[in-house]
């Protein structure tokens, strides 16, 4: 990546690097994580699955995946 179009995030509390003005559905294809089986949490707040597409990643931001899984 291009350091002028980075932005440091945090990921589930780890450090990760992100293209400047990718948004949530583009995070998770790049992580090969398909949206309806998570909820994702962007600065202590949990985003709507039809906002995902909106909003817009930026520097310093602490986004958390969670999974679901099936079970008996």
Do not use: R
């Amino acid at each position: 990546m291009n350091n002028l179009n980075v932005a440091k995030i945090q990921l589930n509390g780890d450090p990760y690097e992100i293209n400047m003005g990718i948004n949530l559905i583009e995070l998770l294809n790049s992580l090969k994580i398909p949206n309806n089986k998570v909820a994702v949490e962007v600065n202590g707040e949990i985003i709507e699955k039809k906002k995902y597409q909106y909003l817009t990643l930026h520097k310093n931001d602490k986004v958390e995946i969670v999974h679901f899984i099936g079970g008996g």
